[in-house]
């Protein structure tokens, strides 16, 4: 079975600033992808980033990056330049390839953004 | 392109009811899941729908049942209605070959409410 721990319900970080959220996971598969994604109050989950198991560069997309540590299963993800937009819950999850469309998500960490 | 679209957003029902959630898969997507989400929680993964059948499930019992239509479209169906059963149901649709790897489009889910 999957397992996501997020162990930050909550972080605040100014604007402009970088802020690191950490994710544990727990599997037994070897060909998985790990994500982040993004719930604002609009509650649609927005896919921030992927990153593919087998790949040991850690993925970026624009401000967004991951720090991946297979071996100690730990996939976190920092925001830099921090923007009031970014204000929102984020959730990580889990997909064992081949598994249908199942992912397994953490109980996510809420970030505030302050000016 | 249009998105997920799911409805209602909102509904109300008393226990032991019924409820049936409907969802449009994003154009050019063949595969359709659907995620309870309770009040701060992670999603947590119901079933997925492809070619009309079901071909992955969650822990969750019969009662909760799914369709998918010709156009890709899918409901979701709940019996009984438990007080356990409120949460954010949301829908996501996969492009082809895209369940595989996890690649899921998110809709803004249906608010349902058991008193």
């Known amino acids: 079975a999957q397992t996501v721990t997020q162990s930050q319900p909550e972080m605040s970080v100014q604007e402009a600033e970088t802020v690191t959220l950490s994710c544990t996971y727990d599997?037994?598969?070897?060909?998985?992808?790990l994500f982040w994604y993004k719930q604002p109050p609009s509650r649609q989950m927005i896919l921030v980033i992927r990153?593919?198991?087998?790949?040991?560069q850690n993925a970026t997309e624009n401000r967004f990056s991951v720090n991946f540590q297979k071996a100690a299963k730990s996939f976190s993800l920092k925001i830099s330049d921090s923007q009031l937009g970014d204000a929102a819950m984020y959730f990580c999850?889990?997909?064992?390839?081949?598994?249908?469309?199942?992912?397994?998500f953490g109980t996510g960490t809420r970030l505030q953004v302050t000016l | 392109e249009t998105g997920v679209t799911q409805s209602p957003t909102h509904l109300i029902k008393t226990r032991g009811q019924q409820v049936t959630l409907r969802c449009s898969s994003q154009?050019?997507?063949?595969?359709v899941s659907w995620y309870q989400q309770a009040l701060g929680q992670g999603p947590q993964f119901i079933f997925q729908?492809?070619?009309?059948?079901?071909?992955g499930r969650g822990n969750f019992p019969p009662r909760f049942s799914g369709l998918q239509f010709p156009n890709y479209s899918s409901e979701l169906n709940v019996n009984a209605l438990e007080l356990d059963d409120s949460a954010l149901y949301l829908c996501?649709?996969?492009?082809?070959?895209?369940?595989?790897?996890?690649?899921?489009?998110f809709g803004e889910g249906s608010r349902l409410t058991v008193l």
């Open positions: 999850a889990s997909h064992v390839t081949g598994t249908a469309s199942k992912l397994t």
């Open positions: 729908y492809y070619r009309e059948e079901e071909n």
């Open positions: 990153q593919e198991a087998y790949k040991q």
């Open positions: 996501a649709s996969s492009p082809v070959g895209g369940a595989y790897t996890g690649e899921l489009f």
């Open positions: 154009s050019g997507h063949n595969t």
């Open positions: 599997t037994s598969e070897s060909d998985y992808y």
